[in-house]
């Protein structure tokens, strides 16, 4: 922690030589990060409860900066570091380009106290201090995303960004000012059982609204598409892969840990959120040809995965089948983890591209496999985990998740049961639509001809961009083999948390990580390392016998089959909008887009140009957000007017009573 | 020791069969056209031929293009290893999760997606395209019908549904058994880019959908992922005979000779299949691109009706 | 013969989805026909084993209508009305037809809400039987809603009835004899109307699409 802020300082006495700033601060957040994975792993491998800090107490009551790290943020701080890691490995070569150009140290500066704040977040003990850190993480975060504050667009979004983010947090200051009223104190290991039930529904429901707030699930989400493509690269990597995750950590200290789950409704509305998300997310990700938009879609769809899996652990906590409950927070867990990692790599990679190519619009780009292509094998790793293709790590998340849906169902309840296997349908079609996503921006920003002059003119990045990049995919891939060795430090932190242990149920000892995942009680094997060495085996035996039956290979190398023309020009590949059409012709509810074909010309039948614009309507925006606006903004101005009259009179006025009632308040009171 | 060389006794029976399996459906059609049609060997003699034959590759391909054949052919091959023809043997660990298979077989689909839009063809992008919202759509009703079943046999390991079938006894009297085999059969026929899906034997580009990302591929390559196409096919027409066709429970007596027995009913179950699947495909036409979202929402529901049938309706 | 009866119920229920699914006017006369004959057959199999237990005919009398009715002629007459109409393939829906099939299955999980409290039919395990065929009443009904032609509310009045008499089977072994030639007569009466109707409104208009009454508004 203390080098995080080492590493902030010295970002600003560089501030005259951008080439030791990078270094020097991107050196201290890696090696802070460094300390923060293994101390978190430490804590985790010795069991122990918990670690308790407290730098300052201060005489202002309630507010005490003291931090206490316990299992659950042993582990978020876990996949913080190892995110900042290799982020911080990229940025030394990616904010090479902004030499310079901008003020690179404000740039490290901002960075590594965001870092330090979202630490913060994770091992507050204490409301205050958590909402103070988290208030520091939200305006930070503001502040990054709009470093590149001289297009109209990202000044927009970090607008659109810090109003919702102030309104979730305005739920969170009223759930928290609940809860000192319930038990006059403030700190987060207290007991909670003294508070009735309706105030418990009460704050379960503000902290839902501000913690899906910063989740960015539906129908909150509208922030994250704006947020993400407009911060920086390794900014956005960031803020995709920690800083969401961050509402599923206060979701469960909050609710799962302070609150205790007793009613079933509870889980049953984080699910339903959860299905929601994951299809409209994975829908709209589908149909953008901005890669980080598509991106930050996706983050969506993945968040709203992991709420399905919070939402099944609530339920089953709720009916007392405790090792279900903590087989779906296995699954939610995991889910967070690998997604830390796939998106991570995901964005980095197309920060890779940007930085390339100099464009975001998918359209533009193609054929970048052959000018990149160390690039490209790292991004295809990750976009296979995202798919959950098997022996990558994101297969194990949704597997997981798969079998705490099948261990629920079988129960008495019908209308239970039919909801559950409408999520198990929802979870289906999301992992196929998002494979079909991945399939669409690998293959149109890789593969195939170029399709202007700037991805033809492409090179391949920087070493350390591919380092950061690489870390993760690798990591990613390894978490797919051995599995259970995050399993194992996930399952500590859950038998802390509930008293269940996951792996006495996951066959395998520890770090005997290639043993197969085994869930006891229903008899059924995974092991992704097997199926690799078999494929592997398979691949060399058909090589083999293609050889001896075949003779050797010979090939021949030609163009494209043209159908007769002589020429394939690149425009006639398939483009972004062409391989989504079909599925946004299925889904046309969802998207109510509009076509517009306008002519240059003397007549319209012999036309100069012609041109041909498709838009989509974002259905949230412009039915439930728009309309609130429009009252709010209407509702305010009548205010002003009643209120501000612009005379001295009235204001001194209003002093007077504001006076007067807070004495009657006091004597009565 | 027995149970490795049961599953590779199974890999190799899987192997020598799929291609047959090809030339008794085409057979089936040619006769109902009245014509003698090709042998029903046919497709081991084109197997051998493209595997002698030089390759054509695209100068706009990359290692992508090169390395999907055999990415498509070794998954297929490794699922026909997960997937036991037999239910008389136990499992091992590789009798695998049946969830598992699916995915595995996606790894295939995401690279074949992925090497059609390599060679910068507009007919790739095309197959591409399409096969994504097939299989998208398909996917809820594969994972609803099998969470059906295991949810029956309590567990979603291949094997134990298998052996949870064999001791319903005859699966196809109860309604839940009958409405998820009529939404399998569909999934097949999507899954397999079969008739009213995808027309298998089709000249024209514009209507191919798995043809079109097999149309840049010549030689061995060609065999490969063709190969790898029959072996998927089997796979499921596998899943479906042994959990809805299982006659294993009529063997009574032990040994290799049971054995043996076993996998002849199999393989005269398999052609049971592939006669019927033949007949669908002769008594109907390839739909309208956009009348497959009909037919994923019809199997769609025979599934979500299945598991009601069952577990809300107790029966 | 319990499991006959529920392969037999979820085959009828399933039959009137496909109903739903269609868009030709053959495809709808087809089904109709398939779900009549599996209608018959269920009350062949019923009439067949209260005649070897009881010795009474009405039921396997019924069949024996239903199989002359329902499968031969209501079919024939359809066929020989619709022949004449110039388009047979319904092309303007007012939701798509996946939209329309899953609405279905919601019918059917909304059948099962209300039918699984009536204590009389469900003595110690939940009525299967009784589920689906009253899905089958309801199906009918949104078939008559969803459709434009005039045809689709010939049928969907078909398939209510069709229901109607599935369910009263299985709720109670056989209906009064009495009671079951009453709807037949009823019923054959409404559909010669119906179709003497459709003949003129065709002649009249050169159009089957209802939706066009609207046209004769105020």
Known sequence: ?669 | MIAIANNLIQLLVILLLAPMVDGVIRKCKALSQKRQGAPVLQMYYDLFKLIQKESVVSETASWIYKATPYIVFSTAAAGALLVPITTLVPSTQLSGDIILLFYLLALGRFFMCLSALDTGSTFGGMGSSREAMISSLIEPSILVSVFTIGLIAGSTSIYQMMRAMTEVGNPLFHPVFILTFLAMLIIILAETSRIPVDDPATHLELTMVHEAMLLEYSGRHLALMEYGAAIKQLILMTLVANLFLPMDQLISFPGVGAFILSIVLYSLRVIFLSIIIAITEISTVKFRFFSIPNLAALSFILSFLGFLQYFVLGR | ?218
């Not at chain 1, 100099?358 to 990149?372: A, C, F, P």
């Not at chain 1, 989509?616 to 728009?626: A, G, I, L, N």
């Open chain 1, 1 to 669: 922690m203390i080098t995080y802020l080492a590493a902030a300082i010295a970002a600003i006495v560089f501030y005259k030589h951008p080439q030791y700033c990078t270094l020097s601060a991107q050196a201290g957040c890696i090696l802070a990060s460094a300390l923060g994975a293994v101390s978190a792993v430490r804590l985790l491998l010795s069991g122990q409860e918990k670690i308790i800090l407290h730098p300052f107490e201060s005489a202002i009551p309630f507010v005490s900066v003291s931090m206490t790290m316990d299992a659950l943020s042993a582990f978020f701080i876990l996949i913080l570091s190892i995110l900042t890691f290799c982020v911080s490995i990229y940025s030394i070569g990616y904010t090479a380009h902004y030499h310079g150009k901008r003020n690179v140290s404000l740039f490290h500066f901002l960075y590594s106290t965001f870092i330090l704040s979202m630490v913060l977040v994770f091992t507050a003990d204490n409301a205050v201090f958590f909402f103070m850190a988290w208030e520091i993480m939200a305006v930070l975060s503001y502040f990054l995303v709009v470093f590149e504050s001289e297009q109209e667009e990202n000044r927009q979004a970090g607008l659109i960004y810090i109003v919702m983010t102030h309104l979730g947090t305005a739920f969170l200051m009223i759930a928290f000012m609940l809860m000192f009223y319930y038990t006059n104190t403030l700190d987060l290991y207290a007991s909670s059982d003294h508070i009735p039930d309706t105030g418990r529904n009460l704050m379960f429901l503000f902290f839902l609204i501000g913690f899906a707030t910063k989740a960015g699930v539906m129908p909150l989400h509208i922030w994250l598409p704006y947020a993400h493509p407009a911060a920086p690269g390794n900014v956005s990597a960031l803020m995709s892969g920690i800083m969401i995750k961050t509402a599923v950590y206060g979701l469960l200290r909050f609710v799962f840990l302070y609150l205790g789950i007793e009613t079933p409704w509870w889980g049953l509305l984080i699910l339903v959120i959860g299905m929601g998300s994951a299809v409209f997310g994975v829908l709209y990700a589908l149909i953008e040809q901005n890669i980080k938009k598509l991106l930050a879609y996706s983050s969506i769809e993945n968040m709203g995965i992991i709420f399905i899996g919070l939402g099944i652990a609530f339920l089953a906590f709720a009916r007392e089948i405790h090792w279900v409950g903590a087989l779906a927070l296995t699954a939610a867990l995991m889910h967070c983890f690998n997604h830390t990692l796939f998106k991570g790599g995901l964005f980095l990679g197309v920060g890779s591209i940007h930085y390339a190519t100099h464009t975001k619009n998918m359209e533009e780009l193609g054929g970048l496999i052959k000018r990149m292509p160390v690039t490209a094998v790292f991004f295809l790793g990750s976009a296979l985990s995202i798919s959950a293709i098997v022996p990558f790590n994101g297969f194990i998340g949704e597997w997981l998740t798969y079998q705490s849906i099948f261990a629920s169902i079988s129960s008495e309840n019908a209308a239970l049961n039919i909801t559950l296997i409408i999520s198990v349908a929802v979870l289906a079609l999301s992992g196929a639509l998002a494979a079909a996503c991945f399939i669409k921006l690998f293959g149109i920003s890789f593969l195939g001809h170029p399709r202007s002059k700037q991805a033809v003119q492409a090179e391949e990045v920087p070493f350390t961009m591919n380092l950061g990049s690489g870390l993760l995919a690798s990591l990613c891939l390894l978490g797919g083999l051995f599995p259970l060795i995050p399993l194992n430090l996930l399952s500590r932190v859950i038998s802390s948390i509930t008293g269940n242990g996951v792996v006495g149920q996951l066959q395998g000892g520890f770090l005997l990580a290639w043993y197969p995942l085994k869930i006891s009680g229903n008899n059924n094997t995974v092991s992704p390392l097997l199926i690799l060495v078999i494929v592997v085996l398979l691949i060399v035996i058909s090589l083999l016998l293609l050889r001896a039956f075949g003779g050797s290979y010979r090939e021949r190398k030609f163009s494209t089959w043209d159908c007769g023309f002589h020429s394939l020009t690149p425009r006639m590949q398939y483009s972004g909008t062409a391989f989504a059409k079909p599925i946004k012709i299925v889904f046309k509810i969802f998207f109510q887009s509009s076509r517009d074909l306008k002519f240059q010309g003397d007549h319209p039948y012999h036309p100069e140009s012609m041109e041909y614009t498709i838009t989509t309507e974002s259905v949230f925006e412009k039915y439930v957000y728009v309309p609130v606006l429009i009252w709010v903004t209407a509702w305010s101005k009548r205010l002003k007017f009643m209120i501000q009259t612009g005379s001295v009179h009235t204001y001194l006025l209003y002093i007077f009573i504001a006076v007067l009632v807070l004495m009657l308040y006091n004597r009565l009171g």
């Open chain 3, 1 to 218: 013969m319990d499991s006959y009866f529920d392969i037999l119920s979820v085959l009828i229920l399933l039959s009137s989805i496909i109903l739903v699914s269609h868009k030709r006017i053959k495809s709808y006369i087809k089904t109709f026909r398939i779900q009549s004959a599996l209608i018959a057959l269920t009350a062949g199999i019923m009439g067949w084993n209260s005649l070897m237990e009881e010795g009474s005919f009405d039921i396997l009398v019924v069949c024996v209508i239903i199989v002359l009715l329902k499968v031969i002629f209501i079919p024939r007459l359809l066929h020989k009305t619709y022949g004449s109409v110039e388009y047979k393939v319904e092309k303007d829906f007012f939701l798509n037809i996946p939209l329309l099939i899953l609405i279905c299955c919601g019918l059917v999980v909304f059948v099962y809400f209300s039918v699984s409290n009536i204590s009389g039919l469900n003595e110690d395990h939940l009525n299967l039987q009784v589920v689906n065929s009253f899905s089958v009443i309801l199906i009918g009904l949104f078939f008559m809603i969803s459709r434009k032609w005039a045809l689709g509310q010939m049928i969907g009045f078909l398939v209510i009835e069709n229901g109607i008499f599935v369910t009263a089977i299985f709720s109670t072994n056989g209906m009064p004899f009495i009671v079951d030639i009453g709807i037949f007569i009823d019923m054959i009466t409404a559909i010669l109307i119906m179709g003497i109707m459709v003949m003129q409104i065709n002649k009249q208009f050169d159009s089957i699409n209802i939706n066009k009454l609207k046209n004769l508004k105020g």
